[in-house]
């Protein structure tokens, strides 16, 4: 890693090897200096393609264990398929608690790089923003989680759980490899009672003030569709009623138009709640009314228009994306496909759903079968009533002077996994909103802001101290 040897010399000369009492460690670490060494690190492992396919996580795996190892912390590599590393390091505590897992995934979706306006991992520099995919989803966790190890290691802090750091490969959409893995055959490494994942954010508002802090307590479950339509095959000459693609394309039709019911859970409700109580008195009236069971249909249509991602919230949502059809442009096809991007609900029930998206279809020709890429777990939300919520919200009014609004995601992350096994999981994330302009996750031109970056590394580091220092 370029410049790491020169930023070791000085950092070591900075943190200098003197115990600190954990009350004084909010306020210990100098951020302004630690920048530097937080942005090598972060723009190193930028730089590594690790594009999942085919992954190649190790190598930035073995760049983040050479890190580690410098710092006198050890690590383990486990690989389920060669070229695809976790790894795991943990700083131990008196064990008088359970741990805590800084949870992060090095492994990123892949480029069009004709679209992108900078080499997509270049970490290019500019106007404050770092561009490069993983810049947001999700080295920037992965190189946090590498600091508060090197810190707590660094300021000797004293803890009373361990604090488990483990840089996942997979999860971009081969878990087996990852999260899957280290849940069946290496739990016990990972085993935590809170989890500290991605998934939140830090919302700003136009003017660059912080508003709230988004923390996810819950996700939508994927739980993708095939539709298979059949028919006979023809000349593309003679129309045909029978014609598999018109078919197809009518279910698709119906699918995408489908409004399934509103229905609140734990998570959205609570987020509704808190976000009624900060919002400006039209906006919190709606959301008020959203809980109101006579009210809750007419908000419903206005945030189909105007609120489209509070709308997912409320429903399992059902995205056409994908169609296959034919091989000529003179042939009719015997079979046309498509896929549906189902997010559920964390409670639906996937029989009866199906059953339903049947009649809405109400094509005997038509076929409605379960993805089989479709295998995270359905999962109770975590709490909002023990000591890692009361730490977000600790951390986030001395931080920010805002309240924590929990919430439900509507997208997936390995979070579901350890949820499943009892893991206390939230969702936390960078600054988003405001003057942050960048490219979000999966975008051309991702990007993140260097202020982004530090105040979740440190918003993360105020956590782990608030809940696992002595």
């Not at 999860?171 to 989890?195: C, F, K, L, N, R």
Request: hydrophobic share 45%; net charge negative.
């Amino acid at each position: 890693m370029r410049g790491i040897g020169a930023l070791l010399l000085l950092t070591a000369l900075v943190w200098a090897p003197a115990r600190v009492a954990p009350a004084a460690a909010h306020d210990q670490v100098d951020w302004g200096k630690l920048e530097p060494e937080v942005l090598d690190y972060f723009t190193t492992l930028l730089r590594i393609d690790t594009s999942n396919p085919p992954g190649n996580e190790s190598k930035a795996a073995q760049a983040i264990e050479a890190v580690l190892k410098r710092e006198g912390i050890p690590a383990q590599l486990f690989a389920l398929e060669p070229g695809r590393a976790n790894l795991v390091a943990r700083i131990k505590g008196n064990g008088s608690k359970r741990p805590i897992l800084l949870l992060g995934h090095t492994d990123v979706v892949g480029v069009q790089r004709e679209r992108w306006s900078v080499d997509p991992f270049g970490a290019i520099r500019k106007n404050g923003l770092i561009y490069a995919r993983g810049a947001s989803d999700d080295k920037d966790h992965v190189v946090a989680g590498m600091m508060i190890l090197i810190l707590l290691k660094r300021m000797h802090i004293k803890l009373e759980r361990d604090v488990i750091f483990l840089a996942e490969a997979g999860e971009e959409g081969t878990t087996q490899a990852g999260i899957d893995y280290m849940v069946s055959q290496h739990w016990p490494e990972i085993e935590a009672e809170y989890a500290l994942a991605e998934g939140g954010s830090i919302l700003e508002t136009e003017s660059g003030r912080v508003h709230h802090v988004l923390i996810n307590v819950s996700e939508k479950v994927p739980r993708g569709v095939r539709l298979i339509a059949r028919g006979p095959s023809g000349h593309g000459s003679r129309p045909s009623p029978e014609n598999a693609v018109m078919h197809l394309a009518a279910a698709v039709t119906k699918a995408g138009s489908w409004q399934t019911p509103v229905r609140l859970n734990e998570a959205t409700r609570a987020y509704f709640e808190g976000l009624a109580a900060i919002s400006p008195p039209r906006e919190a009236a709606r959301y008020r009314a959203l809980l109101d069971p006579a009210k809750a249909a007419e908000v419903d249509r206005y945030l189909l228009t105007h609120e489209t991602p509070h709308y997912a919230l409320l429903h399992t949502t059902v995205v056409p994306t994908m169609i296959a059809a034919g091989f000529r442009g003179n042939v009719i096809p015997s079979q046309a496909e498509a896929y549906l991007d189902v997010r559920a609900l964390p409670d639906e029930d996937m029989g009866r759903f199906l059953g339903d998206l049947r009649r809405v279809i109400n094509d005997p020709s038509v076929e409605a079968v379960p993805a089989q890429s479709s295998g995270r777990p359905a999962a109770p939300p975590s709490r909002i009533d023990n000591s890692m919520f009361h730490a977000l919200e600790e951390v986030s009014r001395r931080m920010f002077h805002v309240p924590v609004v929990p919430g439900m995601l509507a997208g997936a992350t390995d979070s579901a996994e350890l949820r499943a096994k009892g893991v206390q999981c939230y969702g936390v994330g960078p600054v988003a909103g405001g003057g942050d302009s960048g490219g979000g996750a999966h975008a051309d031109d991702e990007s993140i802001s260097v202020d982004s970056l530090m105040k979740l590394v440190q918003f993360l580091w105020n956590t782990v101290i608030e809940v696992a220092a002595e």
